[in-house]
């Protein structure tokens, strides 16, 4: 009994143990809900917004790029597009397969496909293939469930109208590459494209506009529940060039499949009215994204589809050259209007034989005379007296041998030669003889066929320091060129040379004048040789020019401008290994002529 | 006023209308108020309907509600008397669950009764308890301190202890140990044997660890570094921790808890259901759903001190113990203090078997209570 009443006064002694203790562990209970919720709450109320909230950026639709005249250069289209979502499919290889079996994919397509995905989350959407068709959409909807994890997707895709047509001014857009800097969240969507070459990326900032944000309110399975904030982007801004559109696509048909580049421009405000380096790519695959052997096939390409040669092109300016040789002699005292030279068709400097591209030789000539014949001795004998360093001097102001600037990628400067740029380049001396064939344009002399515009824009100006420009220029602004230091006489005289070469018999394009009521183009031919011609062959009889490869026949070039009395437009064409630049230039510049005179005027 | 602790003598059986108005109402009360709590958990689980789960448990808790009732009415006598034969016919009913679990598809708990799906593992956390209480009322202290004395009972543990873990349930079978581990303790067992237990099962752990099932391991690594598989394993104590810290104080409101809404937090309507009430009512309302678990706590405690008899002491003890594991359990687990286990927050989660099973041990309490005055022999 003693120890019955032991045994129960045991048990009410543990059992207020056990329920203190069971209190106690109660206790930890609360401390643990006041750790979380009240001293980790803030980093709770975070996360567990993270896991609600799902931002997505809004893509601005890009700015739309227009000619003059409000023509559309480059514009954004609808777009359906198959994307995958890679965490929808059940296996992503079966999902591709079954998907080739409704539209092929070429391998590269795959193989790109399959770098997105490894590159990006598993539920960021990879592109498969866009620019679909109603009908190919119709397919893949029809086929939807033997395509898990495939959505259709209704976008912009940028969409050039005139093509290769104004493949090497606009640009085109394409993907994010690794190298771009990415200084903006919008690069980080995928998808996202940005302009890569030309105006597109000359004005991407511009163009690209602001993104805009979406929050909304996702469930754990990533079921979008309800908006809660949206704050639209800013559209890309839309930007008019200078260029017109009918010019644009005239001059680039003109080359008919010639290589070469040509520049139209106005001689007032130096608004570029065409540009054209021909042949180009098409820049309506490039923003699809081109394969790699598509880009081979491009860049082996033998008229070099990729390279701007308008302003990446350096080219002997030839005789065009002699413009400038003309106006230094002028200015420098070192020939005037009256001074002439004898052309015997060749000259002796030293031991060596300097031709003129006439063998029988011009006879007496004057200035006016040795330009509308394109006379060599004339301007080696210039050229001797001058001396290279003014020659260069009167190429600089011209805006020769330097970057004019204008805002496309890869320009070149060009190169105009001195004493001093060879002793620094070679360790030696400047020769006289380089002097005489720099007078005509050839030797280290390179120029780019925008300098050359630019040159002839500043002739037609008379005299004023045109840059030229992309940028339109709306009526009643105004660009104040600075006027250069030159004597109008001797521009007048260079000039009355230029609109002999077109209009007077025996001017070497002669057979490129027009007469349109009463306006009239002049210019300067030049033809330069990538070849030299050797001693042997100049005794047997020089090849023709038709028996040569493409490679190694010569380039064409003209500059001019019109009207000639009141110069408006300069032009300046190169054809690479070809003849018939004076020819486009007066087709191009007659065209502008009568559209000048139409009721939607160039200017 | 209901008064925690006081023993009368009067050793005679209350009749049916003394032992109706002897019933604590305000304990019944409490029950009651968790019950309606874990209802309008249920309905905001659901998005705001009664279906699937608020009305199907509030039809159980009724079930549950009369059980408790007429069970509070029986003789404490005869559930002393039938104590073993409902161990054993549980016990029984263990081993037919385990043998169909392997002949037939995978882990099996339950027996389907037809109208319900009976889990012989809650029955036995009640059969348990109650045939310890009797071998422990008939038993001197000298028995109970001695080895020998306690050879019996922990074979009464031990066998279905073990016949659950096979199931495989883990929670159950640890709540049968910690509740069985509670009565020892509590009728006098000695310190240094819980000692030499204690360090046995330590030392057993890396033996033991090859035991578990592969889930199991994951769910102990996943407790010990819950960031070793986000996505996987360690999501649920993620998620969980993140509703509820989420809720903060006030909490984000009844059906506005983000997490439990948009299907982050798994198993909200179950083991997880302290999470959605503690984000919806924020520490406020999880500290007030604690603290009415703990006042029911306490009101088994005073109901077992005051019952004349060692069996209903014993029986009351064992049944509030394995109550408060049920809770405390639960909300550690959903806290990420100890490792997810499968205990559902008996009374608030939703779960047929164990609303009953609660339901019938608060029945055996009461009686116990109702009994207080009856004061049993040593056979």
Redesign the interface.
């Known amino acids: 009994m003693n120890?019955?009443s032991?045994?129960?006064k045991?048990?009410?002694n543990?059992?207020l143990?056990?329920?203190a203790g069971?209190?106690v562990?109660?206790l930890?209970?609360?401390l643990?809900?006041?750790y979380?919720?009240?001293y980790?709450?803030d980093?709770?109320?975070t996360?567990?917004?993270e896991?609600?909230i799902s931002t997505r950026m809004l893509v601005p639709p890009r700015g739309v790029i227009y000619d003059r005249h409000q023509q559309m250069l480059a514009t954004n289209q609808q777009n359906f597009q198959a994307l995958m979502v890679a965490e929808q499919t059940i296996n992503i290889q079966e999902t591709l397969d079954a998907f080739k079996k409704i539209m092929p994919l070429s391998e590269a397509e795959e193989e790109r496909i399959k770098k997105d995905l490894k590159r990006n989350r598993s539920f960021v959407p990879i592109k498969i293939k866009d620019n679909l068709t109603w009908e190919e959409v119709s397919r893949i909807q029809l086929n939807a469930p033997d395509l898990p994890g495939i959505i259709i997707d209704e976008g912009l895709s940028r969409y050039y109208p005139l093509g290769e047509k104004t493949a090497h001014v606009i640009g085109y857009v394409s993907s994010v590459s690794e190298n771009d800097v990415k200084d903006d969240p919008l690069l980080e969507v995928p998808g996202f494209k940005i302009g890569k070459a030309g105006i597109e990326k000359l004005y991407e900032k511009r163009l690209r506009g602001k993104g805009g944000n979406l929050k909304l309110?996702?469930?754990?399975?990533g079921r979008i529940?309800k908006e809660i904030e949206k704050v639209e982007g800013i559209p890309g801004e839309k930007i008019e060039l200078s260029l017109d559109a009918r010019l644009q696509e005239k001059a680039y048909d003109l080359f008919e499949g010639n290589s070469g580049a040509a520049i139209l421009m106005s001689v007032n405000t130096g608004e570029i009215l065409a540009f054209v380096s021909a042949p180009a790519y098409d820049p309506n695959l490039m923003t699809q994204g081109i394969s790699t052997e598509e880009w081979k096939e491009l860049n082996s390409n033998e008229f070099n589809l990729l390279v701007n040669k308008a302003v990446s092109g350096q080219y002997s300016p030839g005789s065009t050259f002699k413009i400038v040789v003309a106006l230094a002699g002028l200015e420098n005292g070192i020939i005037n209007t009256l001074s002439r030279s004898f052309c015997a068709g060749k000259m002796m400097l030293g031991n060596h034989t300097f031709h003129c591209w006439k063998n029988i030789g011009h006879g007496y000539i004057n200035v006016v005379q040795a330009l509308q014949h394109s006379c060599d001795i004339f301007f080696y004998e210039t050229a001797q007296k001058l001396g290279i360093n003014k020659i260069a001097e009167m190429a600089r102001a011209f805006g020769l041998g330097k970057k004019v600037n204008v805002g496309l990628e890869n320009e070149k400067s060009g190169l105009i030669p001195d004493t001093e740029w060879k002793w620094q380049r070679f360790r030696e001396s400047w020769q006289q003889g380089e002097s005489l064939i720099s007078g005509i344009g050839q030797g280290y002399v390179l120029t780019t066929p925008l300098q050359l515009a630019t040159m002839t824009a500043r002739v037609a100006s008379g005299g004023y320091e045109v840059v030229p420009t992309f940028n339109k220029i709306n009526p009643g602004e105004k660009r104040d060129f600075k006027k250069m230091n030159i004597k109008p006489m001797n521009l007048e005289l260079v000039k009355q040379g230029m609109c002999d070469v077109v209009n007077v018999p025996g001017g070497t394009a002669y057979w490129s004048r027009f007469d349109f009521n009463g306006q009239k183009m002049c210019g300067k031919t030049g033809t330069t040789q990538v070849r030299r011609i050797t001693m042997k062959e100049r005794q047997s009889g020089v090849i023709k020019q038709e028996d040569l490869p493409w490679k190694y026949r010569d380039h064409s070039l003209f500059v001019g401008y019109a009207p000639h009395d009141n110069p408006k437009y300069a032009i300046a064409v190169l054809i690479e290994h070809g003849k018939g630049a004076a020819g486009i230039a007066s087709e191009l510049l007659l065209e502008t002529l009568k559209l000048d005179a139409s009721p939607k005027p160039v200017e | 006023m209901y008064k925690f602790y006081e023993t009368s003598f009067k050793n005679q059986t209350p009749t049916l209308k003394e032992k109706f108005q002897n019933l604590s109402f305000s304990y019944i009360m409490l029950i009651m108020m968790l019950a309606g709590i874990g209802i309008v958990m249920l309905y905001s689980a659901a998005n705001g309907h009664w279906h699937p789960w608020a009305l199907n448990q509030l039809l159980r808790f009724g079930i549950g509600f009369t059980a408790m009732i007429i069970l509070a009415l029986v003789d404490i006598r005869i559930f002393m008397r039938y104590a073993y034969v409902f161990y054993f016919g549980t016990l029984i009913l263990l081993v037919i669950v385990d043998v169909m679990g392997h002949v037939g598809m995978g882990a099996q708990r339950w027996i389907n009764l037809g109208f319900m799906k009976l889990q012989p593992s809650e029955l036995m956390k009640i059969a348990l308890v109650l045939a310890l209480a009797r071998y422990f009322h008939s038993s001197s202290l000298q028995s109970i301190e001695s080895v020998r004395g306690l050879i019996v009972p922990a074979l009464m543990v031990l066998a279905p202890a073990f016949l659950v873990m096979v199931q495989p349930d883990l929670g159950t079978s640890l709540m049968l140990l910690f509740t069985a581990g509670a009565m020892f303790f509590v009728v006098g067992v000695q310190l240094w044997k819980f000692g030499i237990v204690l360090i046995g099962a330590l030392l057993s752990i890396p033996v033991g660890w090859h035991f578990l099932y592969d889930y199991q391991k994951n769910r102990v690594l996943t407790f010990l570094d819950p960031e070793r598989d986000p996505l996987g394993a360690g999501y649920h104590i993620i998620q969980s921790k993140i509703a509820l810290g989420s809720g903060g104080v006030f909490g984000k409101g009844f059906l506005k808890g983000t997490q439990s809404h948009l299907n982050f937090l798994p198993e909200k309507h179950t083991d997880f259901i302290f999470t959605m009430l503690s984000e919806e009512f924020g520490m406020i309302g999880a500290v007030f759903v604690l603290i009415l678990n703990m006042i029911v706590i306490a009101y088994c405690y005073s109901f077992a001190l005051k019952s004349s008899s060692y069996f209903g002491k014993l029986a009351a003890i064992g049944l509030a113990t394995n109550f408060f594991l049920y809770v405390f359990i639960n909300m550690a687990m959903v806290l990420g203090l100890i490792p997810v286990v499968g205990v559902p927050l008996a009374l608030i989660s939703y779960g047929g078997t164990v609303v009953l099973s609660v339901m019938a041990s608060f029945g055996i309490i009461l009686s116990v209570y109702v009994n207080r005055n009856i004061n049993i022999g040593k056979d």
């Open positions: 120890r019955d032991d045994k129960g045991v048990l009410i543990r059992a143990i056990l329920g069971q209190f562990l109660l930890v209970i609360i643990r809900l006041y979380l919720q009240v980790q709450a980093k709770y109320k996360l567990a917004d896991n609600r309110e996702v469930n754990a399975y529940m």
